[in-house]
């Protein structure tokens, strides 16, 4: 099984920022990694897939990067709306899995 | 545009089958586009990929839960199913379906199923 692993736990900034989140992965996924952006009591909305590809309606303040092993998501000019939990998840090797979370809260 | 609703039971007791319906519309299950598949995601071991139906009737199937696992479809109705036999107090958690193209878009909204005598 692929662990996937991300960090921080919990990120703290204030609007205006930029946020870099890292996920990382036990071996290489090539560029099969999706990132999710849960709030309080939704399912988690699909943001980015394929590393770098934004899903649709998704703000270009939103990008992903990376590739093999390594990966962050940016969020320019951070808006109140993006504080939430984020994760990503390889779907290069069955069975998918999917990182533990970082928290994105306000400073 | 694609919309997945979960139903079933929100309490199932311990040793019972818990047993969840996913209901498609905007779209047919009948695709080649996606595999249809069940998440969950629970405080202690967060999102969790239990397994996926696929057109054909290929289906997958996490090791982690394959001895307790069955996903099925009904392409009459456009329902896929969810059935996870000898549940435990650990199998409380917020349950998903979601159609996979590889990853998970679009999601339903989740039911919350509790694990409780």
């Known amino acids: 099984e692929t662990v996937v692993t991300q960090s921080p736990a919990t990120l703290s900034m204030s609007p205006g920022e930029r946020a870099t989140l890292s996920c990382g992965t036990s071996?290489?996924?090539?560029?099969?990694l999706a990132w999710y952006q849960q709030k309080a009591g939704q399912a988690p909305r699909l943001l980015i897939y394929?590393?770098?590809t934004r899903a649709t309606g998704v703000p270009a303040r939103f990008s992903g990067g990376g590739s093999a092993s390594e990966f962050t998501l940016t969020i320019n000019s951070l808006q109140s709306e993006d504080f939430a939990v984020y994760f990503c998840?390889?779907?290069?090797?069955?069975?998918?899995?999917f990182g533990q979370g970082t928290k994105l809260e306000i400073k | 545009q694609l919309l997945l609703q979960e139903s079933g039971p929100g309490l199932v007791k311990p040793s019972e089958t818990l047993s969840l319906t996913c209901t498609v519309s905007?779209?047919?299950?009948?695709?080649?586009?996606?595999?249809w598949a069940w998440v969950r995601q629970s405080p202690g071991k967060g999102l969790e990929w239990i397994g996926y139906v696929y057109y054909g009737g290929t289906i997958l199937y996490n090791p982690s839960l394959r001895s307790r696992v069955t996903i099925s479809e009904d392409t009459s109705k456009n329902q896929f199913f969810l059935e996870l036999t000898s549940v435990t107090a650990a199998d409380t958690a917020v349950y998903y379906c979601a159609g996979q193209p590889s990853w998970f878009d679009p999601w339903g909204q989740g039911i919350l199923v509790t694990v409780s005598s």
């Open positions: 998840q390889q779907y290069h090797t069955w069975p998918y899995t």
């Open positions: 905007g779209g047919s299950i009948m695709t080649t586009d996606y595999y």
């Open positions: 394929a590393a770098s």
């Open positions: 071996q290489s996924v090539d560029s099969s």
